[in-house]
Nanobody
Framework: QVYLVDSGGGSVQAGGSLRLSCEFSGFTYWMAWFRQAPGKEREGVAALHILGGSTIYADSVKGRFTISRDNVKNTVDLQMNSLEPDDTAMYYC???????????????????WGQGTQVTVSS
């Protein structure tokens, strides 16, 4: 069993930054951040292999978002820079088992989910 609590959302103007945090307990291989905007499918934006440290990013956030682990706080964080209005969404952290690289940003690869935290970017 894996428990996830995500936090850190808020409202920011375009070009600003936010840092999301996902506190987790239990064993997992991959941790990821997804987002879902109103009327859209939930999409994966970044993933981190907990043991190996490999990271995967969606093209839409490459160079702007960074996923990392804080071993002291036992969190997986998402640093979001140069935010754009299109980044507005509910953000969810997720935990999953062993996955092939092609599956790490797929929604159905993850069994455990946080409750979500809202990010709003105004123009």
């Amino acid at each position: 069993q894996v428990y996830l609590v995500d936090s850190g959302g808020g409202s920011v103007q375009a070009g600003g930054s936010l840092r999301l945090s996902c506190e987790f307990s239990g064993f997992t291989y991959w941790m990821a951040w997804f987002r879902q905007a109103p009327g859209k499918e939930r999409e994966g934006v970044a993933a981190l292999h907990i043991l190996g440290g490999s990271t995967i990013y969606a093209d839409s956030v490459k160079g702007r978002f960074t996923i990392s682990r804080d071993n002291v706080k036992n969190t997986v964080d998402l640093q979001m820079n140069s935010l754009e209005p299109d980044d507005t969404a509910m953000y969810y952290c997720a935990a999953g088992g062993a996955l092939g690289i092609s599956r790490v940003l797929a929604r159905d690869s993850y069994k455990y989910w946080g409750q979500g935290t809202q990010v709003t970017v105004s123009s």
